[in-house]
C-alpha cells in the first residue's frame, strides 16, 4: 500500500542518514594530518574506514530487505485474515436471519383477526365467538406452507422455539401473554400466502366458515413493506444435556 511503500523509503533514508553520521564520525575522530604522519598510512586508514562503512551500510541493506519481506508477509496475512473476518460476519448474519435473531422487513400479508364483540346479542355460543390458539396456529402453519420467511403474531416473532397456546383468556405467544384483536404479519409473496390460506384445510374453514357462523372479525391486507422484529425469547436449551461418547 502507499502507506507501506512511504514507510519503507523513510527507514531507507534513516539507513542512509546513520552511514553518513558514523562516516563523518570516523574521519574527525581520525588522528589529525602532521608533518610526521606518512600521506598513504592516512589514505589507507580512510579506505579501511570506507570500506568498513560500506559493509555496515550493506548490512543494514540486506536488513531492510528482509524488513520489507516481512511487512509483505504482515500485509497478506492480514488481507486473509479481513477476508475470514467478513466471511465469518456474513455467515453469521445469515444464521441470525434463519435463526429470527434480526429484524427484517419487506412484502407479504397481514392478517387481523378478532373476537365478536357481542356474540350474546345473536344468540351466540360465547366460546366458539372468541379466537382460540387453534385459530392462531392454523393461519399460521398455512403461511408457514406458502413459503412464509418470517411471521410475527402481536410483534412476537416466531422460530422454531415458539409455542401458541391459551392460558386462561388470553393467548401465549412464546413468553408473551397477547389478546384480541390478533395481528399476523407474514412476509412472502403476497399472493401465494393468500392462496395458501384457502388450500390448507384447518385455515380455509376458519375464513370461509367459523368466522361468518361466529361473527369473528377477519381481514386479510397485502403489504408491500411489513416490519418484522426480531425474536427476543430464550434460545438456550435449559433440559438438553449431551451423551457421553464411549
Known amino acids: 500500500s502507499s502507506r507501506g511503500s512511504g514507510g519503507h523509503y523513510m527507514l531507507y533514508a534513516l539507513v542512509m542518514v546513520v552511514v553518513g553520521f558514523a562516516l563523518v564520525t570516523a574521519v574527525r575522530a581520525a588522528p589529525s594530518t602532521s608533518g610526521s604522519v606518512n600521506v598513504g598510512d592516512r589514505q589507507e586508514e580512510l579506505i579501511q574506514v570506507i570500506q568498513d562503512l560500506e559493509t555496515r551500510r550493506d548490512a543494514l541493506e540486506l536488513g531492510l530487505v528482509s524488513l520489507r519481506l516481512e511487512i509483505a508477509g504482515l500485509d497478506t496475512r492480514a488481507a486473509s485474515s479481513k477476508g475470514l473476518v467478513a466471511d465469518f460476519a456474513s455467515q453469521t448474519r445469515h444464521f441470525s436471519m434463519a435463526a429470527g435473531l434480526l429484524a427484517v422487513k419487506g412484502p407479504g400479508l397481514e392478517i387481523t383477526i378478532a373476537d365478536n ?52 383468556a388470553t ?6 401473554r397477547i389478546a384480541s384483536p390478533f395481528v399476523i404479519k407474514a412476509i412472502g409473496d403476497p399472493e401465494i400466502l393468500g392462496a395458501a390460506l384457502h388450500a390448507e384445510s384447518d385455515s380455509r374453514a376458519l375464513i370461509t366458515e367459523y368466522v361468518k357462523r361466529y361473527g369473528l372479525k377477519l381481514s386479510v391486507q397485502k403489504s408491500a413493506g411489513l416490519e418484522i422484529p426480531e425474536y ?3 434460545l438456550t436449551p435449559r433440559k438438553l444435556m449431551p451423551i457421553e461418547e464411549t
Request: proline fraction near 3%; hydrophobic fraction near 45%.
Open 117 to 168: 364483540p357481542r356474540p350474546q346479542e345473536q344468540g351466540l355460543d360465547a366460546e366458539g365467538a372468541i379466537v382460540h390458539d387453534y385459530d392462531l396456529r392454523a393461519l399460521v402453519n398455512a403461511l408457514w406452507l406458502g413459503g412464509a420467511e418470517a411471521i410475527a403474531v402481536n410483534d412476537e416473532r416466531l422460530t422454531q422455539f415458539s409455542a401458541i397456546r391459551c392460558v386462561g
Open 171 to 176: 393467548v401465549l405467544v412464546n413468553t408473551t
Open 232 to 234: 427476543r425469547g430464550r
